[in-house]
Each structure stands twice: as structure tokens, then as C-alpha cells.
């Protein structure tokens, strides 16, 4: 996710603009906060917030205690306390801005499980944790092809290595319980490390991986989007869009979660219009709602046993009608209202910029250059020279 010119060194540091991750796009890392509050000092007698945030593989963040009191700024990389051994990460924010995040994903100051920061990262440690990066790729080929031997019913997405090296992280995704057990002792025996299996959902599976989506922009969830809420295919219902799983599927084979951005907008705007299951009682007999314009504020109805036959009224209208209904009175027919929306679409357009006319190579081409060559043959003819001698 990093863009070229700031694109991460073999001594782990931003190589190009040099502005660490703070500058004013922050493209290069994924579901960044901006730190706005890089360039302004604290109040005399404030101390500096102790936590700071550290980012590892795939927009993988947690949250640390600097109680070594290390002077670090966004885009050090610091080795960092693990269940076992330790790990490398990068820091992507500092100061009140941690405080905040922190406050918002109900992490607590003084929790009994507080991960420390151990020292800023030598360049023997950034050694060991690139030559282990480099054997991920490689390792994903040979774990799949294991798991299809097995015949288990999983996917292993991806692999993440601890900064140490210790310890190997399969992230995988299943339908159902899978049984890896005899997976494992075979990872053991063929990678020679520590493994730990954990599974993941597939929207979290799509985030961790990124990539582009039918709209032409990167997915939402490696971007921006942090909490998956469960989409329903009644959110594409109350927005008209075909059931079609194809389109609404993203690329994580569930629903769009770009499905609920305007869900609420729409739900907000159906409630002026009468509900699309109630009936027009009229005296040519009962009509039924066909579709509905949230936009444009019409909609459809047609008669029972008549259902090519579609009338456009207004919401106003339609309210109208069903007022008239529950006084048990009925209109003639909806062809009154309707009526009165039968708007001329002939679109006449004008020269308005003297420009020639769009149609003019329509016309036939004339014959006058046919009748000129018609007229020199006779002339040229031996016949009309004899005349001309006489």
C-alpha cells in the first residue's frame, strides 16, 4: 500500500519524501489516522502520552506502553513485546491521538495485560524480520497444497511471521469447523517454527489482502472501513436494486458493505411514501403498486388482471387515495391523475451558436457535377463535330 516515493527502505526507514507517514495525503500505509497534532508542542508541565500505536503486516495495528520513555516519532520501527519472544512493528501514531483511538476501541490505560516497547529496532533485528517476510510467499504455496492433500475444507489466505522469527501465524477461512490437527504437525515438521492457526471471516479476509473494487477504487475495508456491520439483502430491496448476486457480491463473496452507506437516506425517504404492499381501491377495480421513484416522488400502479398496464401518479396523489379509502370512499379510476402528469417529451433544439446543421450530409448530393461531364462527352462526340464542321 505504500506509494513510490515513499516506499519502505532495506533499513526499515520511508525512503523518498522523508516525511515519516505525516505527510498530508498519508498514502502510504492503510487504515491510517493523520497526525495533525504532529507539529504543535504540549502545555508547560504536560507530560507526553505514554502509548503509542505500532503497525505490523496488513493493517495489523496494536497498542503499546513506552515505558522505557524512547523518543520515537512515526515511522520508527521498534521491537515490541509478544507472548513469546518479540516482534517488529512500525509506529504510526504518537501522542493524544493514541489516547483517542484508544478511548475509541475501548482499550483500557490500565489493563493487567499492558504490552510494552522494548528498544528501537537494530539493524539486526530488521535483518532477521525481512529474511523472515521473504519466506512467507513460498510458505503460502506449500500450506495450501497440504491442506488440499488433507482434503480440508479451508482457505489459508495468508501467513504472518513474528518479527523474531519464532513463530508463524496461518490466517485461514472455513464454512465449518475444520479439524487441522494433523495440519499442524505437518507445518511443524516442514517449516520448522511455531505455528498458530487463526481464523478469520471473509470480509476480514479481503481487508488483510486489499484490492480493487468494481467501482475502480481500493476495497473500503483495507482502506478505511474498520467495523463490518452485517448486510442483509433487504438493504439492496429498500434501495430498488436487482437481486442479483453477481453485482452485489463484493469481492469477499458476501454483500457489498457499501450497501448501507445510503440505506438510512432511503429508509428516511420511503417513509413519505404509502407503503408498497397497500392497495388503490377505485371503481374500475383494485390497483396494485408496480414501482416506486424515491427520487422523483412517483409511482406505478396497475389493475388487477391488467398488469402491463402501468399509471403514474405522485406520492401526494397516492396518499390521497388511500385516505379516500379508509373513509370506504373510491375514486373513478387512476387515469384522472395520471393525466395530469402526460407531459410532451419532444425535445426541439436550437442553433443557438450558428453552427451548420447536425443533419446536412443527410441530404442527396447534386447531379451537377454528373450533368457537366454528361454535356463535355457530347461535345467530344463525332457526330456533334461533323455539326460544328458544317
Given at each position: 500500500?505504500?506509494?513510490?516515493?515513499?516506499?519502505?527502505?532495506?533499513?526499515?526507514?520511508?525512503?523518498?519524501?522523508?516525511?515519516?507517514?505525516?505527510?498530508?495525503?498519508?498514502?502510504?500505509?492503510k487504515l491510517t489516522v493523520f497526525d495533525w497534532l504532529s507539529n504543535m508542542s504540549l502545555p508547560n508541565g504536560e507530560k507526553p502520552f505514554e502509548w503509542v500505536e505500532v503497525r505490523f503486516k496488513n493493517g495489523r495495528k496494536h497498542y503499546y506502553k513506552n515505558t522505557?520513555?524512547?523518543?520515537?516519532?512515526?515511522?520508527?520501527?521498534?521491537?515490541?513485546?509478544?507472548q513469546s519472544g518479540h516482534d517488529i512493528g512500525m509506529v504510526t501514531l504518537t501522542g493524544e491521538l493514541v489516547r483517542i483511538q484508544m478511548k475509541r476501541k475501548k482499550i483500557s490505560e490500565k489493563s493487567e495485560e499492558i504490552l510494552k516497547i522494548y528498544r528501537k529496532a537494530s539493524q539486526k533485528d530488521i535483518d532477521i524480520w525481512s529474511a523472515a517476510r521473504e519466506k512467507?510467499?513460498?510458505?503460502?504455496?506449500?500450506?495450501?497444497?497440504?491442506?488440499?492433500d488433507l482434503k480440508l475444507q479451508m482457505k489459508i489466505?495468508?501467513?504472518?511471521?513474528?518479527?523474531?522469527?519464532?513463530?508463524?501465524?496461518?490466517?485461514?477461512?472455513?464454512?465449518?469447523?475444520?479439524?487441522?490437527?494433523?495440519?499442524?504437525?505437518?507445518?511443524?515438521?516442514?517449516?520448522?517454527?511455531?505455528?498458530?492457526?487463526?481464523?478469520?471471516?471473509?470480509?476480514?479476509?479481503?481487508?488483510?489482502?486489499?484490492?480493487?473494487?468494481?467501482c475502480g477504487r481500493e476495497l473500503c475495508c483495507s482502506t478505511w472501513l474498520t467495523d463490518f456491520r452485517s448486510v442483509s439483502t433487504s438493504a439492496a430491496r429498500y434501495q430498488q436494486l436487482s437481486l442479483n448476486p453477481q453485482k452485489l457480491a463484493g469481492q469477499c463473496g458476501k454483500l457489498k458493505c457499501c450497501l448501507n452507506y445510503e440505506l438510512d437516506t432511503y429508509l428516511d425517504a420511503i417513509k413519505d411514501f404509502p407503503k408498497s404492499d397497500v392497495k388503490?381501491?377505485?371503481?374500475k377495480g383494485t390497483a396494485v403498486c408496480q414501482k416506486t421513484d424515491i427520487f422523483k416522488g412517483y409511482m406505478w400502479f396497475a389493475y388487477e388482471g391488467e398488469w402491463a398496464n402501468w399509471h403514474k401518479i405522485t406520492k401526494e396523489q397516492a396518499k390521497e387515495i388511500v385516505e379516500l379509502n379508509k373513509k370506504k370512499k373510491k375514486i373513478s379510476s387512476l387515469e384522472e391523475y395520471a393525466a395530469s402528469l402526460l407531459d410532451d417529451t419532444k425535445v426541439e433544439f436550437e442553433n443557438v451558436v450558428g453552427q451548420d446543421s447536425l443533419t446536412r450530409f443527410d441530404n442527396p448530393k447534386s447531379n451537377r457535377k454528373r450533368r457537366n461531364n454528361r454535356n463535355k462527352r457530347k461535345k467530344r462526340s463525332p457526330q456533334n463535330k461533323k455539326k460544328n464542321a458544317k
Open positions: 500500500m505504500a506509494c513510490g516515493s515513499c516506499s519502505t527502505g532495506k533499513d526499515g526507514q520511508p525512503k523518498g519524501c522523508k516525511n515519516n507517514g505525516t505527510c498530508g495525503t498519508d498514502s502510504c500505509n522505557e520513555k524512547l523518543t520515537l516519532s512515526i515511522g520508527d520501527i521498534v521491537a515490541t513485546q509478544a512467507e510467499e513460498p510458505m503460502k504455496v506449500k500450506a495450501r497444497q497440504f491442506a488440499i489466505s495468508d501467513i504472518e511471521y513474528q518479527g523474531d522469527a519464532s513463530k508463524a501465524t496461518f490466517y485461514y477461512t472455513a464454512e465449518e469447523r475444520v479439524d487441522f490437527r494433523e495440519l499442524i504437525k505437518i507445518f511443524a515438521r516442514e517449516f520448522k517454527t511455531r505455528i498458530e492457526m487463526k481464523q478469520v471471516g471473509f470480509r476480514q479476509e479481503a481487508s488483510r489482502l486489499g484490492g480493487i473494487g468494481s388503490l381501491y377505485t371503481e
